[in-house]
């Protein structure tokens, strides 16, 4: 549903009028900036992408399935940036809605950014979690970021500028017990985005694998239904960050030709204390003490 349509030159947010006055007021350093198209933008990461882009200049499609929310944030960016903003519900588990958005990406000529957001965790012991709540992991981690990549890079490459940002993980560097599918479709995300990265290498195309480490959002909250509420506390507080900040360092880190991203020195100690003996060890009583595995 389009959410209608504002001119770039009216309406203009205070602070969108400032930036304007500069040559290049978006991360890709593009003269008009086209479409982004952001999945999972209802919460957390995906919404603050949304924000960001917005401010910089990109109109949008906002997807994930609770389209109130989208509705609600499509109205608010409108107003506040002057873009124009089109809201896709869609449930990234199921085929048919990954069709759904894969044509939209098709049919978007002036597509310059994809951001493959959308997931959640699981928790608890790979034998014992359903089936059915694995594959729709696989579904929404992997399935759809492969087709709406496809789909985006055509476009892309065409148009010789565009840029993908597949949301990976720190838990795609190690195993985790209790996570199996979660860091196995995560790191299938990392591993996917360097090599595409190099494939696309001279067409204008940039893809950056983001790996965040703990950040607040409803992520650890409960809400979807195979993952026990988190216990935050377990991990100490000056190793969260908030998603602005992941979103930030993210996009200021694509014109440096970051591929795979670790946004956060914080986050880079932690891999290196993760990859000790001595790190796991600890990591695997903390997971234990939590009833997690
Ligand atoms: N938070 C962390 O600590 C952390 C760390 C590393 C990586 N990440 C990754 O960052 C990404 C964003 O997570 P977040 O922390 O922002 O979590 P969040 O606040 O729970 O947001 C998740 C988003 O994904 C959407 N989503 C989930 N399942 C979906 C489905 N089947 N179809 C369509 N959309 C779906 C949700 O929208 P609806 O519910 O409205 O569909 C929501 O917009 C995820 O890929 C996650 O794995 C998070």
Not at 115 to 139: C, D, H, L
Not at 145 to 159: E, G, L, N, T
Not at 261 to 272: C, E
Request: net charge positive; glycine share 8%.
């Amino acid at each position: 549903m389009k959410q209608g349509i504002a001119s770039f030159n009216s309406g203009v947010h205070p602070e969108r009028k400032t930036i304007d006055l500069l040559k290049h007021d978006n991360f890709m350093r593009c003269e008009n900036p086209g479409v982004a198209l952001v999945t999972g933008a209802s919460a957390g990461i995906g919404k603050s992408f949304a924000h960001q882009l917005a401010f910089q200049g990109f109109n949008l499609i906002l997807v994930a399935r609770r389209k109130e929310l989208l509705d609600k944030l499509a109205e608010s960016l409108q107003q506040e940036h002057g873009i124009i903003v089109e809201v896709l519900a869609a449930d990234l588990s199921k085929s048919n809605d990954i069709a759904k958005v894969e044509k939209k990406i098709s049919e978007t000529q002036n597509l310059d950014v994809l951001v493959n957001n959308a997931g959640f965790g699981g928790s608890g012991k790979f034998s014992e979690a359903p089936i059915e709540k694995e594959m729709e992991m696989r579904a929404v981690h992997v399935d759809a970021p492969i087709h709406f990549c496809r789909a985006a890079v055509k476009r892309m490459v065409k148009r010789g500028r565009g840029t993908i940002i597949n949301l990976s993980s720190l838990a795609s560097f190690f195993p985790i017990p209790g996570a199996v599918m979660y860091s196995a479709t995560k790191a299938f995300l990392k591993e996917f985005s360097a090599s595409l990265a190099m494939e696309l290498f001279g067409t204008g195309v940039k893809v950056q694998a983001l790996c965040p480490g703990f950040t607040q959002t409803e992520f650890h909250s409960g809400r979807h239904n195979n993952i026990k509420k988190f216990d935050k506390s377990a991990v100490p507080k000056a190793l969260w960050m908030k998603a602005d900040e992941i979103v930030r360092l993210s996009l200021a880190a694509v014109p440096e030709n970051k591929v795979v991203f670790i946004p956060g020195f914080k986050n880079r100690f932690l891999l290196l204390i993760l990859n000790t003996w001595f790190g796991r060890r600890i990591a695997k009583r903390r997971l234990k003490k939590m009833g997690r595995i």
